[in-house]
């Protein structure tokens, strides 16, 4: 966590990081992804047969290089809104008897010939979890049952049965499954209300830990700040222990800078609530405190305008350098919080409003896929606790409730140590035109420097021109540390 007092903008800043001050592991699951059978994610994204660039299995090589590179521990699949019209069987199989159907979601047609085996297949070779989304719209219980069977089923049944004879003799064994995605949205076939959404997620979630008490299944929530989230919590968190987090979304953006890097401190608020929500549930409840507390499943976030891009058009953004930035402040927001968050998972993890674009021969690592790259491969182990004394943007903010519930400090900050001893220290400048000298407390020796910035905040990364990256530096650690305008830097030193 982070906590900041407020200074005159002509004073010199102060961050204040003591690797002793720990507060709490960092889930692994922060750095998830999602693949969802939308635009070119699944074909012509992950699976791309015919393609030079892909291997035997109509895999891409490239892509898969770049999701080892982030070291992606868990992808969440089939969706998103498509899973509310998805049957799984017709996903499995011979290829050339799987069905075509209408997709509704996003007003395509799935050719289902990428289905459960083939996304088991990719995870083994990509060296990731998967987690598998229930069709909670045209789905049912016995549907949702058979898909768990088939995943992790070990005895002489059916649909075990049913995935040895198609190849794969040893169970998947996946861990963790949602009840639904935004069902409570107008947009969802069979949208619900939460009442009866409530009681149904709680039968299905019996029905579910009988046939297998080793996996985790996430509630489907709304925004964390929401009637919705409040009801279904009351409801499905009890003494039970049936559901093991709370599904939370949220997508952010603006075209003022301004907005744009302060909007995703909206998500650490709603993570508060939620959290308030789930710990007022089992006050009610009369949970014991033996029973572990819930956690939040952030597993839809990033900077998205549906505006600009739609996602029945495939919702392929081109994002800035305001956007990397705003994506570094989302997750800055996950370290603070890591005491709250068991996962999150960036929407989406290839072309459909995402950090990694591909074309016919090869990728193009969009401005926000290096944030992204830095705090996967280094905020990971405890989150430390740091102060920050600094100025504060005081203007406008999206959404407009920001503004007096929460700080927007000019610098967003976060911190981590690893198991390596070694303390990352994530310092976003928010502001267009300010460099900040700032006074580091805490520094030991020489420190390690990465930084992502650009000449200013609108540019983008294409194919054959990267306009961001990340440069590579050095500090010996002595006197202040001035962070670029519109810049995110990473500090890194052995405690």
Same mark, same amino acid.
């Given at each position: 966590?982070?906590?900041? =007092?407020?200074?005159?903008?002509?004073?010199?800043?102060?961050?204040?990081?003591?690797?002793?001050?720990?507060?709490?592991?960092?889930? +692994?699951?922060?750095?998830?992804?999602?693949?969802? *059978?939308?635009? %070119?994610?699944?074909?012509?994204?992950?699976?791309?047969?015919?393609?030079?660039?892909?291997?035997?299995?109509?895999?891409?090589?490239?892509?898969?290089?770049?999701?080892?590179?982030?070291?992606?521990?868990?992808?969440?699949?089939?969706?998103?809104?498509?899973?509310?019209?998805?049957?799984?069987?017709?996903?499995?199989?011979?290829?050339? &008897?799987?069905?075509? %159907?209408?997709?509704?979601?996003?007003?395509?047609?799935?050719?289902?010939?990428?289905?459960?085996?083939?996304?088991?297949?990719?995870?083994?070779?990509?060296?990731?979890?998967?987690?598998?989304?229930?069709?909670?719209?045209?789905?049912?219980?016995?549907?949702?049952?058979?898909?768990?069977?088939?995943?992790?089923?070990?005895?002489?049944?059916?649909?075990?049965?049913? %995935?040895?004879?198609?190849?794969?003799?040893?169970?998947?064994?996946?861990?963790?499954?949602?009840?639904?995605?935004?069902?409570?949205? !107008?947009?969802?076939?069979?949208?619900?209300?939460?009442?009866?959404?409530?009681?149904?997620?709680?039968?299905?979630?019996?029905?579910? &830990?009988?046939? +297998?008490?080793?996996?985790?299944?996430?509630?489907?929530?709304?925004?964390?700040?929401?009637?919705? +989230? !409040?009801?279904?919590? *009351?409801?499905?968190? =009890?003494?039970?222990?049936?559901?093991?987090? *709370?599904?939370? *979304?949220?997508?952010?953006? !603006?075209?003022?800078?301004?907005? $744009?890097?302060?909007?995703?401190?909206?998500?650490?608020?709603?993570?508060?609530?939620?959290?308030?929500?789930?710990?007022?549930?089992?006050?009610? $409840?009369?949970?014991?405190?033996?029973?572990?507390?819930?956690?939040?499943?952030?597993?839809?976030?990033?900077?998205?305008?549906?505006?600009?891009?739609?996602?029945?058009?495939?919702?392929?953004?081109?994002?800035?350098?305001?956007?990397?930035?705003?994506?570094?402040?989302?997750?800055?927001?996950?370290?603070?919080?890591?005491?709250?968050?068991?996962?999150?998972?960036?929407?989406?993890?290839?072309?459909?409003?995402?950090?990694?674009?591909?074309?016919?021969?090869?990728?193009?690592?969009?401005?926000?896929?290096?944030?992204?790259?830095?705090?996967?491969?280094?905020?990971?182990?405890?989150?430390?606790?740091? $102060?920050?004394?600094?100025?504060?943007?005081?203007?406008?903010?999206?959404?407009?409730?920001?503004?007096?519930?929460?700080?927007?400090?000019?610098?967003?900050?976060?911190?981590?140590?690893?198991?390596?001893?070694?303390?990352?220290?994530?310092?976003?400048?928010?502001?267009?035109?300010?460099?900040?000298?700032?006074?580091?407390?805490?520094?030991?020796?020489?420190?390690?420097?990465?930084?992502?910035?650009?000449?200013?905040?609108?540019?983008?990364?294409?194919?054959?021109?990267?306009?961001?990256?990340?440069?590579?530096?050095?500090? +010996?650690?002595?006197?202040?540390? =001035?962070?670029? %305008?519109?810049?995110? =830097?990473?500090?890194?030193?052995?405690?």
């Amino acid at each position: 966590m982070t906590t900041f =007092t407020k200074i005159p903008e002509d004073e010199r800043p102060t961050i204040t990081v003591d690797a002793r001050n720990v507060i709490s592991p960092i889930s +692994d699951y922060t750095y998830g992804g999602f693949t969802e *059978h939308m635009g %070119r994610c699944i074909y012509g994204g992950i699976y791309d047969p015919g393609n030079p660039v892909s291997d035997e299995n109509g895999f891409r090589k490239d892509v898969i290089e770049a999701m080892q590179d982030l070291k992606v521990p868990v992808v969440r699949y089939p969706g998103g809104n498509f899973v509310a019209t998805y049957h799984w069987m017709d996903g499995i199989g011979p290829r050339d &008897k799987r069905p075509k %159907r209408p997709e509704l979601a996003w007003l395509g047609v799935e050719s289902n010939q990428f289905g459960t085996d083939e996304f088991m297949k990719w995870c083994k070779i990509v060296g990731t979890e998967p987690y598998i989304c229930l069709n909670f719209g045209t789905g049912t219980l016995d549907e949702a049952m058979a898909w768990l069977e088939y995943c992790n089923g070990t005895q002489d049944t059916y649909y075990a049965n049913l %995935r040895r004879s198609n190849g794969h003799p040893e169970p998947y064994n996946v861990k963790f499954w949602a009840l639904g995605n935004e069902v409570y949205g !107008s947009w969802q076939v069979c949208q619900t209300t939460p009442e009866a959404y409530a009681h149904k997620a709680y039968q299905w979630a019996k029905a579910l &830990k009988l046939l +297998d008490p080793s996996i985790e299944l996430i509630l489907c929530g709304e925004s964390g700040f929401s009637s919705w +989230d !409040s009801y279904v919590t *009351h409801k499905c968190f =009890t003494s039970a222990n049936l559901i093991s987090m *709370h599904s939370i *979304h949220l997508y952010t953006s !603006s075209d003022v800078h301004l907005q $744009n890097v302060t909007a995703p401190l909206a998500a650490e608020r709603a993570i508060q609530m939620a959290v308030g929500m789930i710990d007022l549930a089992r006050i009610e $409840n009369g949970v014991p405190p033996s029973v572990p507390r819930p956690k939040i499943c952030f597993d839809e976030w990033n900077v998205w305008d549906m505006f600009r891009s739609p996602g029945d058009k495939g919702a392929e953004e081109k994002y800035t350098l305001s956007d990397a930035l705003a994506v570094a402040v989302w997750l800055n927001v996950f370290v603070r919080q890591a005491k709250h968050v068991g996962m999150a998972n960036i929407a989406q993890s290839v072309n459909v409003i995402s950090p990694l674009m591909t074309t016919q021969t090869g990728v193009v690592k969009q401005t926000t896929w290096w944030p992204v790259w830095l705090f996967s491969r280094y905020m990971r182990g405890e989150t430390v606790g740091v $102060n920050l004394r600094c100025g504060e943007w005081e203007g406008e903010t999206k959404p407009g409730w920001i503004r007096g519930t929460v700080e927007t400090p000019w610098l967003d900050v976060s911190a981590a140590k690893g198991g390596d001893g070694v303390v990352s220290l994530a310092v976003v400048n928010l502001s267009e035109g300010r460099d900040w000298e700032v006074e580091v407390e805490g520094v030991k020796g020489e420190v390690e420097v990465f930084e992502v910035g650009g000449r200013e905040v609108g540019v983008t990364n294409v194919e054959g021109r990267e306009e961001v990256g990340v440069r590579e530096g050095r500090w +010996d650690g002595k006197g202040g540390y =001035t962070f670029p %305008r519109h810049s995110l =830097t990473m500090l890194r030193w052995r405690a």
